[in-house]
């Protein structure tokens, strides 16, 4: 994570342009990312230009003075809101900054009507800022990486025909879980079969059978830090049409792998991807973005998409998953997770990528 410091002088610079006294923090990843507080679903965070503060509930007080590099305020029950106005009016602060979209309409009118400072909407200050990492931040990202890899070694010996969709996603979870300080990045997807042309499938009880396909995308987390990684496994001798998706898929996405470097678009990176599998035919089976960032969320800034004008820069962590899906038939896709370097990047999903067939 970076130096309290370090983040706070950023992000005091981009509050100054913004014309914000302080910025009160609602996003739960942005919470934790400047306290340092493991739970931040029930926390909020206030910066002015010459304080941080974390505002919390009693069941936190020992957690956050074994956590938090923050001065705390433990508030209690309707008197929360009434801690951070006093604290506001102490700094004398006459505008203050939300994060609008990840504020409701009703909390924005609670605010207003709580605090007597002016409410301006500000959209991604803290958001931007996480997306380039610091060096503890991609340690931990590269070691729930590495607890990917390990795990699809370990499933690559559990996988056989007739095991249920559920059967696969339970070992899976078991072994992230054991391994990763018990936390899962998102839901495990299993999908057999014509459920692989579900991108986002829900495992269930559909026996696995020969001659198909299965996707396994899931990610574990490491001391906050996320990683994702998806691979394909055939059972038996899957046909010559599904070898095609597979290697088109692969094809695409080795290539968009190669793309990365420092200075290009999000857009450019997707492109490379999307053309291989537009030549091969497979155009319209492939609707999603080719990949994103990862760290405290599994789904952050940069995004590589069809529009996307973000820049990568040295110690971005993006994504690289192109897929096809082809309904009531199969679906395919391989994903690793790789570090924008100096010179171009590091790959940090190490598991093969070629067709393994169990």
Known sequence: MKSNQAALKQLRERMERKRVDA?????????????????????KVVVTQTSVRLFTDFRYIVQTEEECFVPVTIWKGKERLSHVKRHLNRLKVETLGIEAEHTSVGMLRTLKSAFDCRIKQTNGLVDEMRAVKTPEEIERIRKAAEVNDLAFKHMLGFLKPGQTEIDVTLELEWYLRRNAAFELAFDVIAAAGPNGAKPHAHPGNRKIKNNELLTLDFGSVWQGYRSDMTRTVGFGHPGRELKKMYHTVLDAQVAGVEAIRPDITGQHVDRVSRKIIKDAGYHKYFGHSLGHGVGLEIHERPRLAPHSKDILAPNMVVTVEPGIYVPNFAGVRIEDLVLVTETGKDVLSQSPKELICL
């Open 23 to 43: 910025l009160y923090i609602s996003n739960p990843p942005n919470v934790r990312y400047l306290s340092g507080f493991s739970t931040p679903v029930d926390g």
